[in-house]
């Protein structure tokens, strides 16, 4: 089995998407910060945080069915 540098994209963009994600619903309540560690452009919201991780899945079902991540 191989490798492909799209699954290790998108397994860094998962993680990515799952932390902005607790970022975002857990504000305020386990910590204060207002920006995303990646950018100050995108503040964190949690509308963004969903379509971020619907896109995200939304690949994933692709490349699953590609047979490139399992």
Known sequence: MSIYNEAILW???AADAIVYNVMAWTQNTFHHKEYHWIS????????FGLFYLG?????????????IIF
């Open 40 to 47: 100050a452009h995108f503040p964190l919201n949690r509308f």
């Open 11 to 13: 397994y860094i963009l």
């Open 55 to 67: 896109l995200l899945i939304w690949v994933g079902f692709t490349l699953h069915r590609m047979q």
